[in-house]
T-cell receptor, first 113, second 114 residues
Framework: NAGVTQTPKFRVLKTGQSMTLLCAQD?????MYWYRQDPGMGLRLIHYSVGEGTTAKGEVPDGYNVSRLKKQNFLLGLESAAPSQTSVYFC????????????FGNGTRLTVT | AQSVTQLGSHVSVSEGALVLLRCNYS??????LFWYVQYPNQGLQLLLKYTSAATLVKGINGFEAEFKKSETSFHLTKPSAHMSDAAEYFCAVAAVEYGNKLVFGAGTILRVKS
């Protein structure tokens, strides 16, 4: 049972380039999330999805787009990368809302130069 | 806006000593509260959660946390630290403004000295 899988693990981009981070979960969870982790700031919610075909904005959505075309996959896109988007990105999923625990992937370390 | 404050970005204890990691939250209604642990180069793992069933919550690896509504706190404790407890710990609250999605504190790095 793989749980939540993120690809790639590492990536370096130049300012203005685009990329897509992939997240896949095999637990049949309805809810999926993208967070970014920065030193001293904890994890901040970028976007989330409450089911296939739905997405919503979190705390820090600017500069990112997401898609949930299949229940098991949640994609995070950067259309024009900026140095401020240098961070570690975590995908998570949960069975429900509120008190359902999140299951996290191992993260994607992105550097934008 | 709902928020979580973790007091102390770094905590250092000796092996065998008490571990106390502090967390305060802001919420106008009884919240869902969580503690997660992150080991180096890994994602976060759930330690324990509070969902109003009991104020003292026991988690994995000997950790527990007590919900104190009057103090709006949810501090994490462990009676005796082990070297393997060295990690970063995050307190989180389910935020009503984001449809009960989790809002995390800034994290506390726990160092255990031998």
């Amino acid at each position: 049972n793989a749980g939540v899988t993120q690809t790639p693990k590492f990536r370096v981009l130049k300012t203005g380039q685009s990329m897509t981070l992939l997240c896949a979960q095999d637990m049949n969870h309805e809810y999926m999330y993208w967070y970014r982790q920065d030193p001293g700031m904890g994890l901040r919610l970028i976007h989330y999805s409450v089911g296939e075909g739905t997405t919503a904005k979190g705390e820090v959505p600017d500069g990112y787009n997401v898609s949930r075309l299949k229940k098991q996959n949640f994609l995070l896109g950067l259309e024009s990368a900026a140095p401020s988007q240098t961070s570690v990105y975590f995908c998570a999923s949960s069975a429900g809302n509120g008190n359902s625990p999140l299951h996290f992937g191992n993260g994607t370390r992105l550097t934008v130069t | 806006a709902q928020s979580v404050t973790q007091l102390g970005s770094h905590v250092s204890v000796s092996e065998g000593a008490l571990v106390l990691l502090r967390c305060n939250y802001s919420s106008s209604v009884p919240p869902y509260l969580f503690w997660y642990v992150q080991y180096p180069n890994q994602g976060l793992q759930l330690l324990l959660k509070y969902t109003s069933a009991a104020t003292l919550v026991k988690g994995i690896n000997g950790f527990e946390a007590e919900f104190k509504k009057s103090e709006t706190s949810f501090h994490l404790t462990k009676p005796s630290a082990h070297m393997s407890d060295a990690a970063e710990y995050f307190c989180a609250v389910a935020a009503v403004e984001y449809g009960n999605k989790l809002v995390f504190g800034a994290g506390t790095i726990l160092r255990v000295k031998s």
